[in-house]
């Protein structure tokens, strides 16, 4: 082959190449996996848009635009057991930041992100034990803190490849109009890739939706098999340890004190694990000294909290859990409405009416929403629940 012949293979090989990453990037763009969170919000609160990506995965960013966008009275604050608090339990503002705070230290850094720009009346502080483990990571920042839901690199463009090799999400249609797009089982419109294949993704309140508990075969933690092994064998948040680590208390009066000084309000509350999940870990309570310990170190120091570890002071009924450690809505409302009932300060925030009203509806149930599906919750941890 000649040079010339070399050189314009080369160049039109190249061509080739920039046309497919721009016409992807385009399609993406479209389908809002490319664009950034402050867009995203603005078609989020205009359209009542489900937000899940599947390649720009940021929470904390997110969150941190989506109450700088609707600057809410209230907001949850916490990890994804937080994410079932929905805006129709509160007769005011709110916004949940859950899964933005993942170690104490996250949410210290959240904390003071949040305030250069709005300040809440109320946070809702919910705790996860695993946070004072000594082993469990207690890092402010993050490396998917760094990214902008525009950046593009190599390991993204490799991702794209695989969604497009193992689904079929090119939906054509879309580059044309997409004012609305769909997803499987909600009405809602579908921002992400995990919003338009799996109906799972962020509400514009910043809760969360699961779409596979509309499916009819079982999640991975079906009869909890997967939260069970975790504590078998010490692993994945259910690690052993027989004290607390000190220094997580620090990180937690620094978290009180940044509030204490800007007038915030805040109810810390310990989110619950699933009945069959306390039981087991009760068998197990010589391993799991650092939980008892904890709760007791904070009542020595004079912390105010609510316990909902055990779920079974409210309501022993696994089937209202999405798995082993996460309530769903149907559980959060029993807590909300629980803390209101002992809180002067949080009554004025809630709707007790509506809570009452779905608790009594949707009892055995985890969702709540049941106008924006179009499908029946199933039995997707086969505990056969009668749902």
Known sequence: MSDKKFVIAYISIISILVLIVTGILHYLSRIFEHNSFEAIIQRQIINNSLYGTALNENVFAYKLELIKQ????????????????????????????????????????????????HQPELILLGLDIWWFHPHFPNNAKAPYHSITGTNINYAKLIDIIKLIYKQNFFQ????????????????????????????????KDGSYIYGEIFESYPTQDARFQDTLERINQGTRKFEYASAIDDSRLTSLLNIMNTL?????????????VAPSIYAAMKEKEMEYQYVNELFFTLQRLKINFFNYHNSAILHNDNCEF?????????FYARILRNMAEKSQTLMPYVNILYLNEIIDSHAGKVFSKDNISYFYEQDFLSLGCKK
């Open 322 to 330: 999405i798995d082993g450690f996460h309530g769903g809505d149907i």
């Open 70 to 117: 609707s600057k809410p009275k209230v907001i949850a604050l916490g990890s994804s057991r937080v994410l079932q608090l929905r805006e129709e339990f509160f007769n005011t503002s709110f916004i949940s930041a859950g899964n933005a705070m993942n170690t104490l230290n996250e949410g210290q850094y959240f904390l003071e992100k949040m305030l250069k720009f």
């Open 172 to 203: 054509f249609s879309y580059i044309i109009d997409n004012h609305f797009i769909r997803n499987p089982y909600t009405r809602l419109d579908s921002l992400g890739l995990n919003a338009m294949h799996k109906s799972r993704g962020f509400l």
């Open 260 to 272: 204490h000084k800007h007038n915030i309000k805040v109810i810390i509350f310990f989110p619950p």
